[in-house]
């Protein structure tokens, strides 16, 4: 049989062959069909989980024609085989064959239908024992036992189907049967055969064992932790030829509002004119509304407070929201044509209803303010005039107001536009702000970056006039509407007070005692990062292991942002996996950004959130239109104002990001559909901090791992997260969001005594650095402060966000506690949870209030707690907060920062990482230009080589298998052998050039002198564009 069995199974057809010439077993054709091919790749073991394990499968492959896949049958102890026929037997039905598997399909179908794109794996030893039994089948391929009701696949109950032979005969069992073959010995000696004698014994072992493994009952796969088959299917407007039309101005309505106004005089020439007027400014229908209601008129009104009848004030009302909510409308809509379709002309239209909106909020207030509201009953009825009566900065004159704006636009412009110096290159300048970061980011050099740091804020330096005028406005809007500073009007929206009534409560001194709370943790990850940078930067000028950190050091020049070291500084090399299976489950679905939506929504109505209106389908934009210039940023959730419409604008991609931000927009909308029924007034988030800690709750749900694997988006082993991965996690979080915590107190704690006259505009700057150090444990550059400057200007929380920095704080703290609320008892905090719809139920009813309650009172439905509490956010970072303790501990680290000033040692400095680089944001590694080298380029000082080159010790020379095409000065790694093109020299080279000629003009190369430090030059250039035809063409050959 050894010497003849190959013979055999060539001349029965085991190895068939394809209609393109490939050789494929014939026990994995199906008779009269075109079964899918099983590669050599593909003849691998699966499991079911690495937890369900040890019931061993092979690959799946498709059935023909659409029928169901059967299961692998265990392999036999090896019997002694009936003399072969000289004709191979006809091919069992392919109904047979299927007919087994199906019943017991019927028996054990797992109801959930999920399968994993990732179970393939398997050990040496399975691997093995899988060869051995190819090679059984082949030897047996006809006669191959029936499936038993014992041998089932636990891939059955997620679409997954081993390969399978032909099956549903059973083997015979009185056929005709020559003398046994004697038993191989042992270590038999090799003859002329396929497979060596020896394998014998341990194909009987293995088949042994797979018996064994068979007899166990197998496990399933786990159940998903949210069932999506009982949420009722919608339209989403995919079919909708509407979708997505941009709004337009309704010019009726304009008509109409003109001609409400023309009633008097000749009314044709009055007509005309207002008509030009009107087609003189962008937005026309703003102009139209303006005095188009008795709610535009400031003149002839009542004394303040001088109109006690509570029937007249509830009229006013009603009309009021009336007029509120078209003029509201109007901005609304000329703010996403703008944004989703961005122009100057769009902007100026935008910017024209904003000023007509500011107008109306004045007229509307000062009418407002004729009602005694003390004199009501009606507590809705009074917050409602609370509402209209609070101006803001609007209720600066004109002069004052344009004088707030200004200031405002020559800060943000001046510091986007001011530019600085390299280190020891002189003007003219041309590094601006962004390139700054760029800097801070990738560069490890801290004499470069504390150089531009210093310089930048030199520069920015004649801005303090600009800031202390804002700040003396705000102060003296903040008293038109009643507060006695700025500070008390920003914190108003916190601490509850109005101009009536005192603040329920200090909200600075409640954040001082939650800091306090958070300050251990907030102190070990200091430590732990004041080490790491002692390691990136080389223990730099300034930095010591028991004080404050320089603020330069951490990559990046806005205060608080530690996120661009994670990658330089993770406490493990294992990152998470979960991101590339979502990616991939995206793309392997075809799964659009809408559908990323559309996910997130059924997750939402599957917890008891209501449907939401076609309308939000066919009019979002879920993703960027590159026909349009779009705003994308910040991505937003929009109430439309009519109480019927509501819509998202993001320029979504696809990926695990985008996916949780998904969800954080639809509970912001969701939060606007569930309060629309409110009366106009009440028809807001009660705070913003609320509103985005609700988002950011929904975030933190849609990465819990139970619900990605409901999705079908991860595989079940990755449903239990490495402890590893979590603290990674945790601590790029932490870098990221925790850590600007202490910066955001600091900030409003400097504003604050600056409005309130605490602070001399002599020691603005040193008062700066004071709180800074207090708070986060962060130093100037220098050790003398600059009283001339003003460092605080390089913070755009400080120069673009004129509103409290605590707000974030707030909005951290309480999504904790709201997460704690929505989570069953015992849940892991840092990996979500699974919501019901009952336990959804308390978020719902504060969300249908809107602003008519507080958001202590808000938070107290939710919670049962109507206070800010750390408990919950530190119970999140658990494991982080562990893992800091032990390693800062083994590592002997001086936590905190009042030390002494003692210098690191050169054993106590952490080994750069073998990856090495920092990215952007924690992104992909990027190198410095003077790290890299590229094809024809110089690494004899360890550069990297780019663009599929390798060091030969001094020069980047092109890959094994790839060849050199040169151009002029360039060298190019290409994988075509340029003279089998025809465009070769002989010698390697290519034939393309520029060449003299008496027909053509070129222009002279420009240069630019090389200076300053090296590696940043400019090389000189030519117009070659002559060239281009030819490259284009040697590139297509070539590739």
């Avoid at 891939?155 to 032979?165: I, N, V």
């Amino acid at each position: 049989w050894q010497l003849l069995g190959p013979l055999f199974l060539l001349a029965t057809g085991a190895l068939a062959q394809t209609a393109d010439g490939e050789q494929m077993p014939a026990t994995q054709l199906v008779s009269g069909s075109t079964a899918p091919r099983i590669r050599a790749g593909d003849q691998i073991v699966h499991r079911s989980a690495d937890s369900f394990a040890d019931y061993d499968v092979l690959h799946p492959v498709e059935a023909t024609h659409g029928e169901a896949p059967s299961t692998t049958t265990p392999v036999p102890e090896p019997t002694p085989e009936p003399e072969p026929e000289p004709e191979p037997t006809a091919e069992p039905a392919a109904k047979d064959i299927e007919e087994a598997p199906r019943a017991r399909a019927l028996s054990s179908k797992n109801h959930h239908g999920l399968r994993s794109a990732t179970e393939e794996h398997g050990d040496h030893h399975e691997h093995a024992h899988h060869e051995q039994q190819q090679e059984h089948n082949h030897e047996h391929h006809q006669e191959e036992p029936a499936i038993t009701e014992n041998a089932e696949s636990p891939f059955e109950d997620s679409g997954f189907a081993p390969a399978k032979g032909p099956q549903g005969a059973p083997p015979p069992e009185s056929a005709p049967e020559p003398a046994p073959e004697p038993a191989p010995e042992p270590e038999p000696e090799p003859e002329p055969k396929p497979e060596p004698a020896a394998h014998a014994p341990t194909h009987a072992m293995k088949s042994a064992e797979k018996k064994e493994t068979v007899e166990e009952p197998p496990v399933p796969l786990p159940e998903p932790a949210i069932k999506f088959d009982n949420i009722e299917s919608e339209d989403y407007g995919n079919d909708d030829d509407t979708a997505a039309v941009p709004d337009t101005i309704d010019n009726e309505a304009i008509q109409e509002l003109v001609d409400r106004f023309l009633n008097q005089g000749d009314v044709i020439i009055q007509d005309i004119v207002y008509k030009e007027i009107l087609q003189s400014f962008a937005n026309p229908q703003a102009q139209a509304m303006v005095n188009s209601s008795p709610y535009w008129t400031t003149e002839n009104l009542e004394a303040p407070g001088s109109i006690k009848d509570e029937t007249e004030a509830k009229e006013w009302m009603k009309g009021y929201a009336e007029e509120a909510r078209k003029m509201l409308q109007l901005v609304t809509k000329s703010g996403w044509m703008y944004f989703t379709n961005a122009s100057p002309t769009l902007n100026k239209a935008l910017n024209e209803a904003e000023e007509v909106m500011a107008r109306f909020v004045r007229a509307t207030a000062k009418q407002a303010k004729q009602f005694d509201t003390a004199a009501f009953a009606d507590e809705a009825l009074k917050k409602q005039f609370g509402y209209v009566t609070f101006e803001g900065m609007s209720a600066l004159n004109e002069a004052d107001a344009e004088a707030f704006s200004s200031a405002n636009m020559q800060m943000n412009k001046k510091a986007a536009d001011v530019t600085v110096c390299d280190l020891d290159l002189p003007p003219p300048c041309a590094l601006k702000k962004i390139d700054l970061e760029s800097i801070a980011h990738i560069d490890k050099d801290s004499t470069r970056i504390a150089h531009l740091y210093k310089t930048f804020n030199q520069n920015v330096a004649s801005l303090k006039g600009n800031y202390q005028k804002i700040i003396e406005l705000t102060n003296k809007g903040a008293k038109m509407n009643g507060f006695g500073s700025g500070s008390s009007m920003w914190l108003s929206s916190f601490d509850l007070s109005t101009k009536d009534t005192p603040p329920a409560f200090d909200v600075m001194n409640k954040l001082n005692e939650l800091y306090k709370q958070v300050s251990p943790f907030y102190k070990q990850l200091h430590a732990y990062m004041r080490r790491q940078i002692a390691g990136l930067y080389k223990n730099p000028e300034g930095l010591t292991k028991d004080q404050a950190i320089p603020a330069h050091l951490f990559g990046t020049l806005e205060g608080g942002d530690w996120s661009a070291h994670y990658l330089d500084t993770k406490p493990y090399e294992d990152e998470d996996t979960v991101p590339e299976e979502m990616l991939a489950a995206f793309h392997d679905k075809n799964i659009t950004q809408k559908e990323m939506f559309v996910k997130a929504y059924r997750y939402f109505k599957a917890v008891g959130f209501p449907a939401l209106p076609k309308s939000f389908w066919t009019n979002s934009v879920f993703a960027r239109v590159w026909s349009k210039d779009m705003i994308c940023n910040p991505p937003a959730a929009i109430d439309m104002r009519d109480g019927e419409e509501f819509r998202v604008k993001m320029c979504a991609q696809l990926g695990d990001t985008d996916f949780k931000r998904a969800h954080s927009l639809l509970a912001q909308t969701f939060y606007q559909y569930l309060y629309r029924k409110q009366p106009f007034s009440f028809r807001e988030a009660t705070n913003p901090s609320f509103n985005e800690a609700i988002a950011n709750v929904f975030s933190i749900l849609a990465a819990n791992t139970d619900y990605l694997f409901s999705q079908s988006l991860i595989a079940p082993e990755s449903l239990v997260p490495k402890e590893s991965q979590v603290i990674n996690r945790l601590y790029k979080e932490a870098l990221t969001n925790f850590a600007k915590l202490p910066f955001d107190l600091a900030a409003d704690e400097w504003r604050i005594e600056y409005f309130n006259g605490k602070t001399a505009p002599s020691k603005l700057n040193e008062r700066w650095w004071q709180l800074r150090e207090r708070y986060e444990g962060i130093k100037p550059v220098t050790a003398a402060v600059n009283a001339s400057t003003l460092d605080a200007l390089i913070n755009t929380a400080i120069v673009q966000e004129h509103s409290p920095a605590t707000r974030q704080m707030i909005t951290y703290v309480m999504q904790f506690q709201i997460l704690k609320a929505l989570c069953p008892e015992g849940a892991i905090l840092s990996e979500g949870c699974i919501l019901s719809e009952d336990t959804t139920g308390k978020l719902r009813e504060a969300m249908e209030k809107g602003s008519s309650i507080n958001w202590l009172e808000a938070l107290k439905i939710v919670t049962g707690k109507a206070e800010l509490d750390v408990a919950p956010l530190l119970e999140y970072y658990e494991p982080l907060i562990n893992w800091l303790q032990n390693t800062n501990e083994v590592d002997q680290v001086i936590v905190g920062w009042e030390g002494e000033g003692v210098r690191f040692t050169s054993e106590e400095i952490p080994a750069p990482r073998a990856d090495g680089g920092s990215g952007l944001g924690g992104g992909p590694s990027v190198l410095s230009e003077d790290r890299v080298a590229y094809p024809g380029g110089d690494c004899s000082n360890g550069q990297e080589c780019l663009l599929e080159s390798v060091c030969d010790g001094k020069m980047c020379v092109c890959a094994p298998g790839l060849f050199t095409l040169t151009l002029g000065t360039s060298i190019n790694c290409v994988p075509g052998n340029p003279a089998d093109k025809g465009f070769g020299d002989g010698q390697g080279g290519l034939v393309i050039g520029l060449f003299p000629s008496e027909n053509t003009t070129t222009m002279a190369p420009t240069t630019t002198t090389k200076r300053g430090r090296g590696g940043r030059s400019r090389k000189a250039s030519s117009s070659a564009f002559g060239l281009l035809p030819l490259l284009a063409l040697a590139c297509a050959l070539l590739f």
